[in-house]
């Protein structure tokens, strides 16, 4: 099964200042650990995955989960210099807007190789994140959704009737939730520590409407580890996840837990 590698040095360009907790150095950090060679001298994962370059999403993707005019207001913002959106704690930079689209891009870019080979896998290094980004505003760090852009985009492009997003993070993905969170469709799955911002994803929220049974929420307490993590997979997010039968998984991996 072959592994794609999207990513893209424009992503380095998204400036959130000296120490910012998420920053280009994340990025530097996968890659360089990637192309670590292993002890028995074997190939370095990055030499046996296949690169793509990924292009922009194009305004039209990215309305398809978020307020057209939040998304005129980001192109404005980061055009006149203001330096964090007034909409939640992000920070930008006056190229954000474009990188934001460039990182929604590499998501699309990843449905792309995996649905078209209908056998892989794709890791998208990218930046800015996006899990917290709701329709109408970014916040924690996030500007647009890009998880959520490719989902409907493998929706729209391919057809695919069930996607399943899983997120793994020491915080909730509530941008992701409340997008899908009343669509049947798109399955939302998220492990996260509980009380921590943005102070949703409790278990009792399994989704809204047509979509209530699509949402699953599996927070854990503070300083929960391995075994947490996993017996959690095991026991709740693979069952539902194998009862779903989704025709694409896609993956919000979250580092900061570690």
């Known amino acids: 099964m072959p592994t794609y590698l999207i990513t893209h040095p424009d992503y380095l360009s998204h400036d959130t200042g000296l120490h910012h907790p998420e920053r280009p150095e994340r990025l530097r950090s996968i890659l360089s650990r990637l192309a670590e060679v292993a002890s028995d001298e074997s190939a370095s994962p990055l030499n046996q995955m296949i690169p793509i370059t990924p292009s922009p999403a194009d305004v039209a993707s990215i309305t398809t989960v978020h307020d057209p005019d939040y998304v005129k207001a980001v192109a404005g913002w980061c055009q006149a210099g203001i330096s964090q959106l007034p909409t939640g704690d992000t920070t930008i930079c006056p190229v954000s807007y474009d990188v934001a689209l460039m990182a929604a891009g590499g ?42 852009v490719g989902a409907r985009y493998a929706q729209s492009r391919y057809g695919a009737e069930r996607v399943l997003i899983i997120d793994w993070d020491v915080h909730h993905g509530n941008g992701t939730q409340h997008i899908f969170e009343a669509d049947p469709s798109i ?53 539902a996840g194998r009862a779903f039968q989704p025709e694409l998984i896609m993956v919000s991996a979250g580092f900061d837990a570690h």
């Open 187 to 239: 399955y939302y799955m998220s492990i996260h520590q509980y009380p921590l911002y943005p102070y949703t994803g409790l278990s009792w929220e399994t989704g809204k409407g047509e979509g209530e049974g699509y949402t699953l929420n599996c927070p854990v307490s503070d300083g929960a580890g391995n075994d947490t993590f996993l017996t959690t997979f095991n026991e709740q997010i693979l069952p």
């Open 107 to 148: 998501v699309m870019a990843g449905v792309d190789s995996v649905m078209a080979e209908r056998n892989a896998n794709a890791f998208c290094v990218i930046r800015p994140p996006g899990h917290h980004a709701g329709y109408d505003r970014g916040m924690g760090f996030c500007i647009f959704n890009s998880v959520a």
